[in-house]
């Protein structure tokens, strides 16, 4: 599979297999994940992979019971370890270090025959206590990942003439 082929296929699983994902797969999701760019290389990204089923319950009662979180066979955390650091463009780093990283596992889950959704409806606190992750440690987003058992549905998304803009805003 190329990458143009992964960037078609993947889309937001919320229906997922009765079946763990096997952990050579994991890793190489992670992988993927350690090799994507960053501001500066500050690589702030963590990642708390999370496969108990109590745990992945919790974390459905943290993002606002949606229910298939609970159900996903892996749940990743993916957090940053972070000053703060504003880019000269007055953008926050983190954030948009750790979402790369995100979609880089989202591709290669495509590849591995796997699909992934990200969760940004949930409440930070009620994860970090269930996780024991650190008061300073921010949880960008979470990550649901497993074997889809439901089928894209068609991509709806503004016209290309809509985003893109040549030499001016206009
Ligand atoms: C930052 C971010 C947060 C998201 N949070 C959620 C979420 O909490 N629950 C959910 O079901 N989908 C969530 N999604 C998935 C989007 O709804 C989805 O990507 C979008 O509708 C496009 O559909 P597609 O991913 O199938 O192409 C999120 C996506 C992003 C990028």
Redesign the pocket.
Known sequence: MNVSEAILS???V?KYRDKPVEEDKIHKLLEAARLAPSANNRQEWRFVVVQDRKKRQALMRA??N?E?VGEAPVVIACCAVTDNHIMTCGQKCYPIDV?IAMEHICLQAVEEGLGT??????YEESVKEELQIPDEVRVV?LLTLGYPADQ??V??RLRFDEIVMYENWK
């Not at 959704?117 to 949930?122: K, R, V």
């Open positions: 993947r889309y937001s919320r993002a606002k949606q298939f979402a959704c990200w969760i940004g409806a949930f987003e894209p549905s991509k709806n």
